[in-house]
């Protein structure tokens, strides 16, 4: 047992982060955390400390941290406005099920709830956002109140939040534990996740799949880790394989057995082998969109996941399996029959297709560059073992289509939230984690924007991440939403320009700009081989390029003829793109057709 007598409560908590194995812990100092970062500055050789510069990318940072290592994420703020900016970064973490633990200050015991300065009621402030939320209000709880944090947010999968006053940061402890304490159990190491449910209810599951003669696996960020099992089951059952945005990793993309992403930024080949199924397997995933699944009542359901309250959650299913993702379908393989493959071969004919669809839109030499070559250039630069960190917006389209992920890459985005300016935080937070592997944040110039200085903290600390900037000024998928999703004309979505080349090279990193079509593929390599400074690629596209579903639907070219009729400033710009990309599919289908003659 640890001996904590005459420790501050700083300290305590300080040496309980790291019995809970947190290595490194974002944040940005203040007086009301103050005694917290000087027990982190004694131990600076046993957890690091990382300096941002803006709250929010330090949750942001604790959410992709754990997301990429599978290890707690931890993050710090001072009283009041720190505490306050911290929140969208964990409800981030919220939204994707992701364990992290944030450790705020608050003002003065003795002077709480009286208006002074910095006095926020974090407590109420953190409720909805937390699975364990508590205050440290003297030495004796410390211990107690950490173990619980950690533990909780690690079993949960959620944020715990811990906030300490100014004052009680600074008191000793008189003895060794509280007396009301139990020793030694505090420290305790759930593996929650290596759970799995009784024989008798996966044999259940394994019939229902076998009767299915159209099964679909769809995956997501609970199916990461488990990718050989989802393989070897998808071969019994001749299942297709869909893949959630969060699971995009799960299996390569160039896999015989995927057809691909889903939604709106999915592609054909998946939402047609939602359409015809009559078995949809569910696994690790809380997918929201329930437009894009087989219709209620058309398909039989089975869903594994780690959580009890998300069976059910999208769609009807008849059996839940409640426990781990690896291990559940390692079970459950042997039981399956070999399946008639004629269900998923139309389906790999299908990808094929649009495998080819997706090689032409990415090789044009328009110009303006069309965006889907430059996430192509992009993917063509990884290494084998990158990790890609992806913000949300347009550029979420264009790499969720044309980034291929490869077998031993890491891919990650704000999922469920899908909050903008995610994903400078999060390449940073995963060259910290992997400081070997390259990492590559795909952005759109309004995301960058808001979290803009934490480039500075890349160079700060040397980290040579490579942040590829789709620049249109402009708010491009906000501009979409509302002529194609309400039938109204843009408003409010364009921005005056920032050169990032000079704010590279201002905030002491390097700075690239393609602006022709024939300078995308040398610009691309030489600034992907910079190992040594963090990087900005600013890409110069095509603003008016739209991120089409799969699938066009009536209502989508109605809402857009509306727009129209109402004003839209661009109506011209855009119905030259959309007639000149019409025009450029009608060719590149008349060739396919004629080679597969």
Request: charged share 20%; hydrophobic share 40%.
């Amino acid at each position: 047992m640890r001996e904590y007598e005459n420790m501050r409560t700083a300290d305590i908590v300080a040496e309980e982060l790291l019995d809970w194995k947190v290595d490194t812990i974002f944040g940005l100092p203040g007086d009301g955390i103050n005694g917290f970062i000087e027990a982190l500055r004694r131990r600076q050789d046993k957890i690091k400390f990382i300096l941002v510069r803006h709250e929010e990318s330090a949750a942001f940072m604790a959410c992709a941290y754990a997301k990429y290592t599978g290890k707690l994420g931890a993050c710090v703020a001072t009283s009041g406005p720190g505490a306050i900016h911290l929140l969208n970064g964990l409800y981030d973490a919220k939204a994707d099920n992701t364990p992290v633990i944030a450790i705020t200050g608050s003002t003065y015991s003795d002077l709480m709830n009286s208006s002074y300065q910095q006095d926020v009621n974090l407590l109420q402030l953190y409720s909805d956002v937390t699975v364990y939320n508590s205050m440290i209000e003297v030495p004796e709880q410390a211990e107690m109140a950490v173990d619980i944090a950690c533990r909780t947010a690690l079993a949960q999968r959620g944020v715990s939040h811990l906030t300490i006053p100014i004052d009680v940061q600074e008191k000793k402890l008189s003895g060794n534990y509280s007396r009301h304490n139990v020793p030694y159990h505090h420290t305790s190491h759930a593996y929650v996740s290596e759970t799995i449910p009784r024989r008798s209810v996966i044999e259940d599951a394994a019939k229902i799949l076998d009767a299915g003669n159209r099964v679909v696996i769809l995956v997501g960020q609970g199916a990461l880790g488990a990718g050989e099992e989802v393989l070897a089951v998808a071969e019994k059952l001749g299942a297709p394989v869909v893949k959630a945005l969060l699971g995009k990793a799960v299996i390569p993309d160039d896999n015989q057995f995927t057809t691909g992403g889903i939604g709106l930024l999915g592609t054909t080949p998946s939402s047609d082998a939602m359409d015809e199924a009559d078995t949809l397997l569910m696994v690790g995933t809380s997918f929201p969109y329930i437009d894009y699944l087989p219709k209620l009542g058309k398909a039989r359901g089975i869903q594994i996941d780690i959580k009890p309250e998300k069976i059910g959650l999208r769609y009807p299913v008849e059996i839940g399996l409640v426990g781990d993702s690896k291990l559940i379908l390692t079970e459950l393989l042997p039981l399956l029959h070999q399946h008639d493959l004629g269900f998923l071969k139309s389906m790999q004919d299908s990808m094929k297709k649009w495998n080819r669809l997706m090689l032409e839109q990415s090789t044009r030499t328009d110009k303006p560059i069309k965006p889907q070559v430059i996430a192509k250039a992009v993917s063509d630069e990884l290494d084998d073992d990158a990790i890609i960190s992806v913000d949300c917006g347009t550029n979420t389209s264009w790499a969720a289509r044309h980034i291929d992920i490869r077998k031993g890459m890491k891919f990650s985005v704000s999922g469920t939230l899908s909050s903008m300016a995610n994903a400078l935080p999060y390449a940073i937070a995963a060259q910290i984690a992997f400081p070997e592997r390259q990492s590559v944040a795909f952005v759109g110039d309004a995301g960058l924007t808001m979290l803009m200085g934490e480039f500075a903290t890349a160079v700060q600390y040397n980290l040579p991440i490579k942040v590829i900037v789709i620049k249109n000024n402009t708010l491009g998928m906000i501009r979409w939403e509302q002529m194609a999703f309400l039938g109204n004309p843009e408003f409010g979505v364009e921005f005056s320009p920032i050169d990032w080349v000079k704010f590279a090279e201002a905030c002491g990193g390097r700075g690239y700009a393609i602006k022709e079509p024939n300078e995308v593929k040398s610009i691309m390599n030489q600034a992907m081989k910079e190992r040594k400074q963090p990087t900005i690629i600013e890409a110069y596209v095509d603003p008016f390029e739209p991120p089409m579903p799969p699938k066009v639907e009536m209502d989508f070219v109605k809402e857009l003829a509306k727009s129209f009729a109402k004003g839209q400033p661009y109506a011209k710009r855009i119905g030259l793109t959309l007639y000149r990309d019409q025009v450029h599919n009608i060719l590149k289908n008349i060739h396919t057709h004629n080679i597969d003659s």
